[in-house]
Each structure stands twice: as structure tokens, then as C-alpha cells.
């Protein structure tokens, strides 16, 4: 039985950056183009501003998302590295579709009181 | 400037599944098969056998791991549901391999002293 995948420190970064909490979302809501900081806190419910900021801050300094005027109002974009994401956005979103159920706790939760 | 993307619970639970720390690494290296937990550890070097049976309990709840019998061994294999994450991994791999530096610290403190 061999291990032929390996560690990759460049994936594992990847996917720790992307998973980090919150992340996933916001990119998500940028891949729809800028939105500005309260229309990202708007779009993501239960995301405070204090970590909006935060997440942002390192999106900057990962340089997936950049700052941009859209007509005298600042506004977050993504970069080409950020928009770069879509595919692996794009298969996650279909995956969790598929396999992830609305509220799975609920529903475990019946299935053994049943 | 609207947001299209909206908040979907669903893609926010899968991403932060798949991000949470040694997660995608473990999956990763069980694309290529079934492993033990000794070939686990080998395989993701940092990752401490607590921390290791802690993930694969969170997979193995998840149903995306599965223990199985191989020739009286005990190993962990994918399920279907795990397999399904390999265009997701894929993607992501290709977008490291062309985005994530291998040692962005040190080529960046390096430029800054040239």
C-alpha cells in the first residue's frame, strides 16, 4: 500500500488559506465582482465586521483581493490570482450541493428519534 | 453594484470542512488509496497522531471516511462521497501550483534586502 500522493506544502497552504473561516464566502461574494465592506457584511450573515476586516486584510496581503474606487466609493475586488479561484469555487459549490444537506443535524437528529 | 452570489450554508459548511487544518492534506494523500493511520502520519509530515485521529473521526462522521479491512489491517479509504472531492482538490492543486510560492517568507525578506 503505497502513498503515492505526498505532502505538497504549496496545496496545503492553498487549502488552508482558502478554508480558513469565513474566506470561502467572501471570495464567493466577490466572484460577482466589487462589492464594497457593507455589502460583503450584508451578504455573509453572522460575519462580524471585526473579522470581515481581518479576512479581508489577508486577502489583501495574499494579494487575492485589492481595493479598488468604484465611483468615488472604495470597493473590494478580486485580483487575477483571486478570480483564478472560480473552478475550485465552482466544483466545492457543486460537491456541497450535492453532498451536504441543508441541516444535516436536524435531520440525524429525527432519523434516531424516529 | 448587487451581490449576485448570495450566501449559500451549504458551499460555507463544505469549504470550511475541507479547509479545516490537515484536512485536505489527509484526503489528499488517501486519493491515491487507502492507507493506515501509521502511513497517514508518515505521509503529512507535522500533523501529531492526536491530531491525525481527531481529523479522521471528523471524516469518518462526515461519511467522507471509512474504515476498511486490508489483508487482516486496519486502513482508511474514501468514500464515495470523499472521492467526489477530487475535482475540487485538483483544481485547487493546480491553482497552488501556479499562485502559492514554496517559501513566499524567505523570497520576499530575501527581495527586501536586495
Redesign the interface.
Known amino acids: 500500500?503505497?502513498?503515492?500522493?505526498?505532502?505538497?506544502?504549496?496545496?496545503?497552504?492553498?487549502?488552508?488559506l482558502?478554508?480558513?473561516?469565513w474566506?470561502?464566502?467572501i471570495i464567493?461574494?466577490?466572484?460577482?465582482?466589487?462589492?464594497?465592506f457593507t455589502?460583503?457584511a450584508?451578504?455573509?450573515?453572522g460575519l462580524s465586521d471585526r473579522l470581515l476586516s481581518e479576512r479581508l486584510r489577508e486577502l489583501e496581503d495574499e494579494a487575492i483581493v485589492e481595493r479598488v474606487d468604484?465611483g468615488g466609493h472604495e470597493?473590494y475586488a478580486l485580483t487575477k490570482?483571486g478570480r483564478?479561484?472560480t473552478?475550485?469555487?465552482d466544483?466545492?459549490?457543486q460537491?456541497?450541493?450535492?453532498?451536504?444537506?441543508?441541516e444535516p443535524a436536524t435531520r440525524s437528529a429525527s432519523r434516531r428519534a424516529s
Open positions: 500500500m503505497k502513498i503515492e500522493g505526498g505532502f505538497c506544502p504549496r496545496f496545503h497552504k492553498a487549502v488552508e482558502i478554508g480558513r473561516r474566506t470561502g464566502a464567493r461574494v466577490l466572484l460577482s465582482g466589487p462589492a464594497r455589502e460583503l450584508a451578504a455573509v450573515p468604484t470597493a490570482k483564478e479561484l473552478p475550485v469555487l466544483s466545492l459549490g460537491w456541497a450541493e450535492r453532498w451536504i444537506a441543508f
